[in-house]
Nanobody, 123 residues
Framework: QVQLVESGGGLVQAGGSLRLSCAAS????????MGWFRQAPGKEREFVAA????????DYADSVKGRFTISRYNAKSTVYLQMNSLKPEDTAVYYC????????????????WGQGTQVTVSS
């Protein structure tokens, strides 16, 4: 069992930066693929970024490539999402998620979810 708690969301102007954090509880955190997803009002939840437990592989949605960076620090059971050059279209609730069975970018594959943190980018 893994419990996830996100933090770091807020209001920022376009072009600004935010860093989201996701603190996990559970002894097996280091073995999970971790992902970030987001959901804007009236839209489906979408993949943002993912990172393997070994930090060897990462993947990003095309819309955030070159602007967002996912990282993790297994010793602190924490995963981060550094978001730079933010755009109004990045406005959404951002969710941290854990996947125990391997590697994936579909929300349906992820076992554990945080409660979400709101990111609002003003123009």
């Amino acid at each position: 069992q893994v419990q996830l708690v996100e933090s770091g969301g807020g209001l920022v102007q376009a072009g600004g930066s935010l860093r989201l954090s996701c603190a996990a509880s559970g002894r097996t955190f280091s073995m999970y693929t971790m992902g970030w997803f987001r959901q804007a009002p009236g839209k489906e939840r979408e993949f943002v970024a993912a990172i393997t437990w070994s930090v060897i592989s990462t993947d990003y949605a095309d819309s955030v490539k070159g602007r967002f960076t996912i990282s993790r620090y297994n010793a602190k059971s924490t995963v981060y999402l550094q978001m730079n050059s933010l755009k109004p279209e990045d406005t959404a609730v951002y969710y941290c998620a854990g996947y125990s069975a391997g590697w994936g970018t579909s929300s349906y594959e992820y076992d554990y979810w945080g409660q979400g943190t709101q990111v609002t980018v003003s123009s």
